[in-house]
């Protein structure tokens, strides 16, 4: 089994802006390159235009259809599969970029670049898919000149189109209260991507927000259709997965690694939530996995 790589963001902009657009085309060399599971260092969507092909994020097939859009968050293991034909194109961008102008607005802003979301795919009509499209272009232009202040027109024009697409993964207005609560799910979940291999318990990230456990739990719920705990499990879990199926560690090493310090409870943790073992899961993955790679 092979070790998962990580891929770093300037491995694919090939420049130090930590951003990049690319049309489908030109970024065929780096699909050809990570036609491999690797493991995201940055922030990609892909706006695809026309034709098929698949793609594996997190262990599901996915395909890639005319005028779709696909978001991948940091962290996400991802391999290209049948990739060659589409046409469209491709943003590649780290937290970095964005946050050097948009200090106090994070990315976490938008829900569709968390974990919480596993795969956010939509399908869009045409006149929604060309405007997108357009500031896709727009962004190509400036990379292309490089006129004065042209990393400060491609932040904004990156905030446009997140805020464009927040609109279509997120198509219900929120009102001041809900709002105010979005944030706290967003500081959690931050707290959550942070801490998970450490802190396992809802008390334990309350006490780091200044809130109750019960109300963090009551947010959570309203927010996210999920308890506190069910995104604290969520994201451990997740992360098992990952090891288990790409890292050449024992069970024992990745219970250690994301906390548990008892082999069987963890163990008994993934099977109560996973309805089978880690190693169950390891044989089911590898047996069933068509793309997956030795």
């Known amino acids: 089994m092979c070790e998962i790589k990580n891929i770093k963001c300037s491995e694919v902009t090939q420049n130090e802006l930590k951003f990049a657009v690319y049309h489908t085309s030109d ?60 046409e469209g194109y491709i943003l590649v961008f780290e937290s970095d970029f964005f946050a050097l102008r948009y200090q106090n607005y994070q990315l976490s802003e938008f829900s569709f670049l968390t974990y919480r979301h596993k795969q956010p795919y939509i399908k869009v009509s045409k006149e929604k898919f060309d405007h997108l499209k357009a500031i896709a272009l727009w962004m190509v232009k400036e990379c292309k000149n490089s006129q004065s202040d042209f990393e400060k027109s491609l932040r904004s024009l990156l905030n446009l189109m997140l805020l464009d697409l927040n609109r279509l993964f997120e198509p219900i207005p929120k009102n001041a ?25 809802v008390k334990d990230y309350a006490s780091i927000m200044y809130v109750r456990p019960n109300y963090l739990n009551a947010v959570c719920n309203e927010v996210t259709s999920f308890s506190a705990g069910d995104l604290i499990r969520n994201r451990i879990l997740l992360e098992a997965k990952r090891l288990l199926i790409h890292e050449q560690k024992s069970v024992s090493e990745i219970a250690y690694e994301l906390g548990f310090e008892d082999n069987s409870y963890f163990g008994r943790f993934f099977k109560k939530y996973e309805n089978i073992t880690p190693d169950g899961f390891k044989r089911k993955f590898i047996n069933t996995s068509k793309f997956y790679q030795v």
Do not use: A, V
């Open 27 to 86: 970024f065929l060399p780096f699909m050809q390159k990570l036609n491999f599971p690797h493991r995201h260092n940055y922030y990609m969507i892909l706006l695809n235009e026309s034709n098929f092909g698949t793609q594996l994020i997190d262990f599901k097939e996915c395909d890639i259809e005319p005028l779709s859009i696909t978001c991948l968050h940091y962290g996400q293991i991802h391999q290209w599969l049948n990739y060659d034909k589409i």
């Open 177 to 201: 209260e809900f709002s105010q609560s979005l944030q706290l799910i967003h500081h959690f979940e931050e707290l959550i991507d942070k801490y998970y291999k450490k802190k396992h318990f």
